[in-house]
């Protein structure tokens, strides 16, 4: 087994599928390097998604992404900075 330290910039496949699709996957962007956060004693990195636009739903056009724009992206998509994670992560701070 190999483990990955989360750096910005780098992009991660997260298995977030339902029941009845496990295999689902959604693009997500590392936007810091692992930091200190708070009292806390682990490192957190701070991850966005990326979501499709659907003509129906409001999204935010902050950042629009188009298809082809990274290999996962197939449609319109947009970063949904609103559903923002911070998550515990090896590694260390480079500034």
Not at 12 to 31: C, N
Not at 50 to 73: K, R
């Given at each position: 087994?190999?483990?990955?330290?989360?750096?910005?910039?780098?992009?991660?496949?997260?298995?977030?599928?339902?029941?009845?699709?496990?295999?689902?996957?959604?693009?997500?962007?590392?936007?810091?390097?692992?930091?200190?956060?708070?009292?806390?004693?682990?490192?957190?990195?701070?991850?966005?998604?990326?979501?499709?636009?659907?003509?129906?739903?409001?999204?935010?056009?902050?950042?629009?992404?188009?298809?082809?724009?990274?290999?996962?992206?197939?449609?319109?998509?947009?970063?949904?900075?609103?559903?923002?994670l911070t998550e515990p992560s090896q590694?260390?701070?480079?500034?």
């Amino acid at each position: 087994m190999s483990l990955f330290v989360p750096y910005r910039r780098a992009t991660l496949l997260i298995p977030s599928g339902p029941a009845h699709d496990p295999d689902r996957k959604h693009l997500f962007i590392v936007l810091t390097d692992p930091a200190q956060v708070l009292e806390y004693t682990e490192k957190y990195s701070l991850l966005v998604g990326v979501a499709s636009v659907q003509t129906d739903l409001p999204h935010d056009p902050t950042c629009l992404l188009d298809a082809g724009d990274h290999e996962f992206i197939r449609h319109k998509s947009y970063v949904h900075y609103a559903r923002a994670l911070t998550e515990p992560s090896q590694g260390s701070s480079t500034g």
